[in-house]
């Protein structure tokens, strides 16, 4: 997608081989900085400092630290050192566990001489995968996004409400929640997005810039505004992306989002969640029971961050001094609050029979 009409990617391999450049989200929406990455260690660090963010992208920028590790030393033990650090960086997100494994699995059929150029290539393979994935996405998503357009007899931009950022940032290219956004903006379909501000750490400015930059119409709003939204006929439908959907359909997603599929199913606003094959864990079944729910440091929600009168990036503490916060990173929303998903095989509904039909497979 474009900055300034420029085409981006939020992750991109370096003019030398030892490098991967990605957009620096912590400065977003602020500065553009573009960071090198130049090791697995480096790649680790941008993940748990979320430099880089949303569930796609980690999963590419892992899948780079091992091309990296592997240039350096193509060792099994460098495989498995590179692999170990990477994992542990966020637990919610399966993407990361997934590119990892996907990155395993090829090296080890390969002698050590040959992992270097096939882990590159194939980290470039699984970031291209990301992006076509979305597109797909943003296709079939457009195709809702229209019916909705034809559902108000066309008189007025469709009105979608999104949680956090599920944009190109999050994701390579396109964005999951997002790409139908773009892909309706592409066919003339008149859209306007409610951007879900997404407390503690305000994601939804990360939404705003992305919106702003493809010239999309959009509003921040608070995230307790939702319900009252929707109560008021001002949101036709929801679209949000997801961390780690389940063989049953649960989705995992940044919290508050479970809050924001109540208000829709009360109100009756459909509710979808873009889920690329690489958000799905087979292995588990009921969200709630099983997602690993990232904790992360109160300082978070006791304090927040912007850009001061003199340009410099500040925090300042909103929180009484002494009252402890309680910072989950994410929640699930049972699979029965959401309308469809959208992968990028095609819609199908958030249950077990739903996605056995489209990926044939059940666990
Ligand atoms: O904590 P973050 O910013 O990595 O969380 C991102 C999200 O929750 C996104 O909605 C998610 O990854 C969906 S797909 C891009």
Request: negative net charge.
């Amino acid at each position: 997608m474009k900055i300034g009409g420029k085409q981006y990617r939020a992750i991109w391999p370096g003019d030398d081989l030892d490098c991967v450049e990605v957009i620096d989200q912590t400065r977003l929406p602020h500065e553009l900085r573009i960071v090198r990455l130049g090791s697995a260690e480096e790649c680790a660090a941008a993940i748990r400092d979320m430099v880089v963010r949303g569930a796609p992208l980690i999963g590419a920028a892992a899948a780079y630290g091992i091309a990296l590790a592997v240039r350096a030393d193509p060792s099994d033990a460098s495989i498995a050192r590179a692999s170990a650090l990477l994992l542990e960086t966020r637990p919610t997100a399966i993407n990361l566990r997934w590119a990892l494994e996907r990155m395993k699995e090829t090296l080890r059929g390969l002698t050590p001489a040959k992992r270097a150029d096939e882990a590159r290539e194939l980290a470039g393979r699984i970031a291209d995968e990301e992006a076509a994935a979305c597109r797909a996405m943003g296709n079939l998503g457009a195709g809702i996004v229209r019916e909705a357009w034809e559902r108000c007899g066309k008189t007025r931009p469709v009105r979608i409400l999104t949680h956090c950022n599920a944009g190109w940032l999050a994701t390579v290219d396109w964005g999951t929640a997002l790409a139908p956004v773009y892909v309706a903006q592409e066919q003339g379909i008149p859209v306007h997005v409610w951007v879900d501000e997404t407390r503690p750490r305000n994601q939804g400015m990360l939404t705003a810039w992305e919106l702003g930059q493809q010239g999309v119409p959009h509003a921040i709003v608070v995230d307790n505004a939702g319900g009252h939204l929707m109560q008021k006929g001002l949101v036709d439908l929801c679209i949000v992306g997801t961390d780690r959907t389940t063989s049953r359909g649960d989705v995992c997603n940044k919290i508050g989002t479970y809050l924001k599929a109540l208000a829709a199913h009360d109100n009756d606003v459909p509710f979808y969640v873009a889920c690329p094959t690489s958000s799905i864990d087979w292995t588990l079944d009921d969200g709630l029971a099983s997602i690993p729910i990232e904790q992360r440091d109160e300082a978070e929600v006791t304090h927040i961050g912007g850009i001061g009168p003199g340009g410099d990036l500040v925090r300042v503490r909103i929180a009484p001094v002494g009252s402890p916060a309680h910072n989950c990173g994410f929640d699930v929303t049972p699979g029965r609050l959401v309308t469809a998903l959208i992968t990028e095989r095609g819609v199908c509904p958030a249950s077990k029979d739903g996605l056995r039909h489209l990926f044939g497979r059940a666990s």
